[in-house]
């Protein structure tokens, strides 16, 4: 039978409820037509480039784009003359200012595992940000992290690399153990 | 009765150990990713895609598949104890779910939820064994006009039947479409949209979008909210069980009108998040005890989950028989077939036999094995949701980057797969759907083949695809769809305007 509150997990970097709005969805929602109508404009104008009439093949190889492009800079449009339009009291918030840390937590980790990966291969990097997230982010004990992320990194390499045969990208470490 | 025996050669397939066994660590890690927060089934299944490379494709799909049944069933067990909806479709499962979880009938609603989820799964697998030959067999005399009818049908039908603000849903889909012919062109052998990038050269694959529009945007979204999490625990004992069960002849009329529902939602791209909606709406518009829904009631748990899953798996029947997914996850799996050499559509009935047949009975047997699994492990898979999701979110990231980067080998895919993660997020946040994005980067190449192929043949002239009855009718269909909600509002006026003439 059920038993309440038997589960229970702390969030130690739970944000604040009265935190700030940094920007509202009206202002996300022009800033995104504004970019997906250029995007619209510039698909446009490469596949008219290209070619977007008939030839005597057929449909040229800009054709279906290039119509595409119309359709997807008419829509833009549409939100953005829409929302230019609607009226602006009860702004609706798009991110907060403690959402959006919470946000770059994640983010900045993870750009930096891109980056890191490059020149450290994945095994590595992966490493690098489960352990360091879990202990940095997550407040969670060092010598848990780093087992926890020693034991993924391993299953991962087992997994893939060994019994899969996906080869995922290298770096001094590997070369150093002949991989 | 020719489906029957198709099927039992299909079961034949299905048991080696090790397609069982593949069944079973599918099923696993698919309640695993349904239980986590910030996870769901197209996130579980195009993550662990890259598993399945080296598999032979029908045990690929076995996986895969469920992967998603897993997924399915483990999306119930946050819903009813956490109150947590780890998908859009367990939203109506909460309003009576969580309540009964609340007044010790935790065991009871997820059985319910679990036993009703087989029962649509089951009935939309019924369908496909019996329709789907019959459709694909049709299907084979088509032509590029009616191909690209059918495709223009999805698309319209998603334009049209979507809850989204239409220009949005036109813009998820343009872009798709749009993203699905960078690249080479296959035609003339031209390059279009790389901008001088060698890199775009192979054009974006899909799965590398799908990977960061549903796996890193989902992170990004879940750490945003706090992550607290209090709740209940069950276990499901026998007795529950068949408590539940003997009363199920009660609820027959819920389920059966579910069942429907969700089969004519999940063929038609309505999804899995509008059956269930409907589902619970109209078990409730039918009940005699209106006021009692939302207070935990059983019927709230049966008519929302049946709903879902025959949703969710009746969206395959299109995906098999036409080459067209339903949803967003069977556009995932379609995806799937295309990296193992398979061309989903009608041939697949005829050049591979074994692969859809085994894939057929592994819907059986994995919703089975399925059920059996849920109720007998509840307490253990609610227990991962005591793992801190500190733990669990860089090495969601790292399983992302794995898939992205194992598809192509190319480093490129990791940055594309950050680029789509962010784009997710702020599309999700402003209301642009993914879904019809993923369905038209899957099917944009094939679409634009069709259009283009139909397009020469008859000289240019767009009156091809009302050349006969069969594509005009299906030409015509999708504008209905298209302007289905101007129509609909047209008739609500005449409605209107009879009224009080009559009156």
């Known amino acids: 039978m059920a038993q309440d509150i038997e589960i229970v997990v702390e969030d130690p970097t739970a944000p604040d409820e009265n935190s700030p709005a940094v920007t509202n969805t009206r202002t996300v929602e022009l800033v995104v037509m504004a970019l997906l109508l250029a995007l619209a404009v510039l698909l446009g104008f490469d596949n008219w480039r290209t070619g977007a009439s008939w030839d005597a093949t057929g449909p040229e190889a800009g054709y279906f784009p290039f119509y595409l492009s ?3 800079g008419g829509a833009a449009l549409y939100g953005l003359v829409t929302v230019a339009i609607k009226r602006t009291e009860g702004l609706e918030t798009f991110v907060t200012r403690s959402q959006l840390r ?20 994945l095994y590595v990097a992966s490493f690098l940000l489960i352990s360091g997230f879990m202990a940095i982010i997550g407040k969670i004990a060092w010598w848990k992290s780093l087992l926890t992320a020693f034991i993924f990194v391993a299953i991962m390499f087992g997994t893939f690399d060994v019994a899969f045969d996906v080869i995922m990208p290298k770096g001094p470490l590997e070369a150093a153990f002949g991989r | 009765m020719e489906a029957l025996g198709l099927l039992f050669h299909g079961f034949a397939v299905l048991f080696t150990w090790k397609i069982l066994a593949l069944m079973m660590v599918g099923l696993v890690l698919g309640i695993f990713v349904g239980v986590l927060p910030g996870l769901g089934g197209p996130n579980g299944v195009a993550i662990l895609l890259p598993l399945t490379f080296s598999m032979d494709p029908t045990s690929a799909i076995v996986m895969l598949s469920c992967i998603y049944w897993g997924a399915l069933f483990g999306g119930a067990i946050t819903s009813i104890l956490f109150n947590i909806p780890g998908e859009a479709w367990s939203v109506a499962t909460t309003f009576d779910g969580y309540p009964m979880a609340q007044q010790g009938k935790a065991a009871e609603a997820l059985t319910a939820a679990f036993t009703s989820s087989f029962i649509g799964s089951l009935v939309a697998v019924m369908l496909i064994t019996f329709l789907a030959p019959s459709i694909a067999g049709f299907a084979l005399k088509f032509g590029p006009p009616e191909f690209f009818a059918v495709y223009l049908l999805t698309f319209c039908s998603f334009v049209g039947l979507g809850r989204e603000a239409k220009h949005k849903t036109v813009i998820s ?16 052998g031209q390059l279009r949209m790389t901008f001088g990038s060698n890199d775009l050269l192979r054009g974006v694959n899909f799965l590398v979008a799908v990977i960061g529009l549903f796996g890193i945007s989902e992170i990004l979204l879940t750490m945003e909210e706090r992550l607290a999490l209090r709740g209940h625990a069950a276990r499901i004992s026998l007795r529950t069980v068949w408590s539940v069960w003997k009363d199920l002849p009660k609820y027959w009329a819920t389920l059966v009108r579910s069942s429907v529902i969700g089969c004519w939602l999940g063929i038609t791209p309505g999804g899995a998040i509008a059956a269930s909606f409907m589902g619970y709406n109209l078990a409730k518009r039918f009940s005699k005890e209106k006021e009692s829904f939302g207070k935990g009631r059983i019927e709230g748990v049966f008519a929302p989950e049946t709903a879902a899953h025959a949703s969710g798996t009746a969206a395959l029947l299109p995906m098999l028989a036409l080459g067209i997914p339903g949803s967003g996850t069977a556009a995932i799996l379609l995806g799937g077939l295309m990296v193992w050499g398979l061309n989903p559509g009608p041939l697949l009935f005829v050049e591979h036999k074994d692969f859809v047949w085994g894939l057929i009975a592994s819907m059986y047997l994995g919703n089975v094995v399925g059920l059996v699994l849920v109720l007998t492990t509840v307490p253990i898979f609610a227990s991962i949701l005591r793992v801190p999701f500190a733990a669990i979110a860089p090495m969601i990231v790292v399983s992302c980057a794995i898939g992205a980067y194992a598809i192509q080998n190319a480093m490129f895919d990791i940055w594309l797969m950050l680029l789509f993660g962010v784009v997710g997020y702020v599309f999700k946040k402003i209301g642009i759907p993914l879904a019809p994005f993923t369905l038209a980067l899957v099917l944009g190449s094939r679409a634009e083949d069709a259009f283009r192929l139909a397009m020469i043949g008859s000289g240019g002239d ?40 009559n009156a």
């Open chain 1, 70 to 72: 119309v359709i997807l």
């Open chain 1, 102 to 121: 919470r946000v770059l937590q994640v983010f900045v980790p993870t750009l930096m595992f891109c980056l890191a990966m490059q020149w450290l291969g």
């Open chain 2, 173 to 188: 889909m343009a872009l798709g479409l749009l993203l699905a012919g960078v690249g080479l062109d296959t035609v003339s």
């Open chain 2, 462 to 501: 767009v009156k091809v695809f009302w050349s006969n009855g069969l594509v005009g009718s299906i030409t015509t269909l999708a504008f209905v769809l298209l302007f289905w909600p101007l129509i609909d509002k047209a008739f609500e006026g005449i409605g209107r305007l009879r009224k009080p003439a």
